[in-house]
């Protein structure tokens, strides 16, 4: 008889292994496109070495997702967002990639990336409790 565990943390490699290969087995059967996930990332230091900026992303498919975005708060309002930004789409557009896309939360920067072209594609009201997870993409191809 099959028996059902339950564990808090990550998976155990092995298991993840094994796991990684049933979907990709899964999605081959299907003939789905192959999943290769390439990590990105655009960093900024000061004069000192200090990171104060960064972004990161994967590309996916032909689509470039953005993981994080931060700016050290003495360099915000500075347009250093808007340049990782910016760097972030011309290498999508470099690599002729559909758009960009990402999640945020209500308290963050949703009009931030509204400003720079994004657009609200789904909204995840309550989580947490009176706040909003959005989600955002910017179209490249068309």
Not at 33 to 52: A, F, H, M, R, S
Not at 59 to 82: A, F, P, Q
Not at 96 to 124: K, N
Request: glycine share 10%; with cysteine.
């Amino acid at each position: 008889m099959t028996k059902i565990e339950f564990a808090v943390g990550k998976l155990e490699p092995q298991k993840k292994l094994q796991l990684s290969a049933g979907f990709e087995r899964h999605s081959h059967g299907l003939q789905a496109p192959e999943y290769e996930c390439e990590w990105l990332n655009w960093t900024v230091v000061d004069e000192q070495g200090k990171l104060i900026g960064a972004l990161t992303g994967q590309l996916l498919w032909d689509w470039l997702y953005i993981d994080e975005l931060w700016v050290d708060d003495s360099c915000r309002g500075t347009g250093l967002g808007k340049q990782l930004m910016q760097a972030a789409e011309s290498y999508a557009a470099e690599l002729q990639l559909s758009g960009l896309w990402l999640w945020t939360q209500s308290w963050q920067a949703p009009g931030f990336y509204q400003r720079l072209g994004f657009i609200e594609f789904t909204r995840f009201d309550d989580f947490p409790k009176g706040h909003s997870r959005i989600g955002l993409r910017k179209t490249l191809l068309e």
